[in-house]
């Protein structure tokens, strides 16, 4: 019989990224006494990877659990990028109700529609935080109106459409249940979780069924899966059996040998769990998100929608350049196939295969941004390897046609640059359906556009807005092919000879185009120093040094003046690299190179890549 328990409640905080969340976790922490009087505690404390510190952005989501009153309530952060969407679904099968978080000045954005759309379609009932009310320029009143339109554009029940409102300011530590009301804590944000999210509920008697919503991994335990007891108990040393929705053959017998429930930032360990509870269940070797964990008598397979599939690829490929090898510690086929099955273990929105050549991985993901954190983190880790230019991954119909993944993108840019930032998307394919102006002299844009009109456009963005716009995007399906896209307009400088550049020859050099190194910097035949000012790639010797003569020119002693070289951060080299070039990343450099790097080779691929098009 089922019974529900009323000591727990399991929310997810969701929102578009850069609306709070994690600010919002921080301090449910603090107000809840996670952390004692006097403890030192560093802003953002969810946000744990490097990574997601240095750039303000949550990559994974996070467990963790507060007391309020007597009730355990499970908190789980997600990521606000689509890139990291797969998070957001399968965390919502954990929980009996989310937290939305929207800015009060910027309002419901797209990833919002996105991760508001996967709540209602599991049916939870939603609390909407209008958070960042300190700001200023804060309009509550019309955010309210948007995100009702919003819900009611997505079908809401009458349920979900009568939710909740609370007005926050995480950073300041408060919530109100109105704008006028006098702000102490966050206490009316804890009465709300308590009074409308529903207690998990299940049957304590019946046999252990617990779903796998997401994987954690530790070197010394190995996987570790989180998920939640939906029904009957689990215990240590249990014996019980892995079985999985999508894949009716699995059956695979375990015994639980550590269980642990989630206190503030830290892993308990327990000896029991029942209904409702949230746990973390280590010495299972190869546990799988989607997997339960079933008592051994009537072994029945929750039902776990399917992750969704990546949309973006890239070959890894072993640094073959001649400075290989010279600043990492991990440079083999061997070690960087290691570490891309290690990252399977945790990311399921990966994909790794094989190619042709045993040097080269193909690596599929949800976007630029998942898979060049994966190389940051690589890099960081000590591994040298080369990477190719990001390319989508097509699909057929039944008609035979290629289709190919589209986006819509969002743009707000301010309005003096509207005309360019049109006409960049149209070339790209883009097809705008929408445009409109917002509040502070800017036109938000709404474009439908391939995928791959997107890759390498964000940098181009920025320069074209002066760093003032903000592009957003969602994944929309898979369309027909719309015919070849131009990456670049421009060519690359090239370096001719091997060797160190030095200031004469860069000198020279410098009215080619825009270059990318300074002097002293170690360089090879075929490696790119610079963007060009023409279409076509043109070699450069910026080794030469001047010849020295007998005679003293007038102008020999003034100083050689260089413009300052433009250094490329790891997403705009990875934007820039054109379809024949490399990007080899070191944990020291970033190098960007032809694939050829022999000239007269290069040539001849050039020549029979021009005659195939035109045959």
């Known amino acids: 019989m089922k019974t529900t328990r009323e000591d727990i409640r399991n929310i997810a905080i969701i929102a578009h990224v850069d609306h709070g969340k994690t600010t ?187 779903l796998i919503s997401t994987i954690d991994y530790n070197e010394y335990v190995g996987r570790i899966g989180i998920g939640k007891v939906d029904n009957g108990c689990l215990k240590v040393n249990q014996e019980a059996v892995v079985v999985n929705h999508h894949d009716p053959d699995k059956r695979q017998k375990v015994r639980i040998s550590k269980l642990y429930e989630f206190d503030g930032l830290a892993k308990v360990d327990v000896a029991e769990a029942n209904i409702g509870s949230i746990v973390a269940i280590s010495g299972i070797s190869d546990i799988k998100i989607g997997d339960t964990i079933c008592a051994p008598e009537n072994p029945q397979a929750i039902p776990f929608q399917k992750i969704s599939e990546p949309t973006i690829s890239m070959n890894f490929i072993v640094n073959d350049s001649p400075l290989a090898g010279q600043e990492g510690k991990f440079v083999t086929s061997r070690h960087i196939r290691e570490r891309l099955m290690r990252e399977l273990n945790t990311d399921v929105s990966l994909r790794v295969e094989d190619t042709d050549s045993p040097d080269s991985l193909k690596v599929s993901g949800r976007g630029e941004l998942h898979l060049s954190v994966l190389i940051e983190n690589m890099r960081r880790e000590g591994y040298e390897f080369a990477v190719s230019k990001a390319e989508v991954l097509y699909k057929t119909d039944d008609r035979g046609k290629k289709l190919e993944p589209m986006e819509i993108a969002y743009v707000d840019v301010p309005d003096e640059f509207t005309g360019a930032v049109i006409s960049k998307l149209q070339q790209r394919k883009g097809e705008l359906r929408n445009m409109g102006s917002i509040a502070g002299g800017y036109t938000r844009l709404e474009f439908r556009i391939p995928s791959r009109g997107l890759i390498g456009y964000r940098g181009e963005f920025m320069t074209d807005t002066k760093g003032n716009g903000i592009i957003n995007t969602i994944f929309d399906g898979y369309d027909e092919f719309r015919g070849e896209i131009a990456y670049r307009a421009t060519g690359s400088l090239i370096a001719f000879e091997d060797g160190e550049s030095v200031a004469y020859g860069l000198f020279s050099a410098q009215d080619r185009g825009t270059l990318f190194i300074g002097p002293g910097q170690k360089v090879y035949s075929g490696m790119v120093i610079g963007q060009s000012a023409k279409a076509e790639d043109i070699e450069l010797n910026v080794c030469k040094k001047k010849h020295l003569t007998n005679t003293r020119s007038s102008s020999a002693d003034e100083a050689l003046t260089l413009v300052p070289p433009r250094i490329l951060s790891l997403e705009q080299a990875l934007d820039f690299i054109d379809t024949d070039e490399l990007l080899e990343v070191t944990p020291e450099s970033l190098r960007i190179r032809k694939r050829i790097l022999d000239p007269t080779l290069r040539r001849r691929a050039g020549y029979a890549k021009k005659a195939a098009m035109n045959s």
């Not at 599991?122 to 009310?133: E, F, G, T």
């Not at 939710?163 to 966050?186: H, I, Q, T, W």
């Open 24 to 210: 919002l976790v921080d301090e449910l922490l603090k107000q809840s006494g996670v952390f004692r009087e006097n403890q030192e505690v560093v802003e953002r404390v969810m946000d744990s990877n490097d990574i997601e510190r240095e750039r303000g952005i949550t990559i994974l989501s996070k467990n963790t659990a507060v007391m309020y009153k007597g009730t355990k309530i499970n908190i789980i952060d997600t990521p606000g990028h689509a890139d990291f969407g797969g998070e957001v679904e399968r965390v919502l099968k954990m929980v009996n109700g989310v937290v939305l978080v929207v800015d009060a000045f910027e309002g419901v954005m797209p990833q919002t529609k996105f991760v508001v759309m996967k709540a209602l379609a599991l049916s939870l009932p939603v609390i909407v935080c209008i958070n960042k009310m300190d700001r200023p320029e804060a309009r509550p009143a019309e955010v309210v109106d948007e995100v009702l339109e919003l819900f009611m554009d997505l079908d809401a029940s009458d349920e979900q459409l009568d939710c909740p409102f609370v007005y926050a300011s995480a950073r300041n530590g408060f919530a109100v249940l109105d704008p006028n009301d006098e702000k102490k804590d966050m206490t009316p944000l804890f009465e709300t979780i308590l009074n409308y999210i529903p207690a998990p509920e299940g049957d304590p008697d019946a046999n252990t069924q617990v």
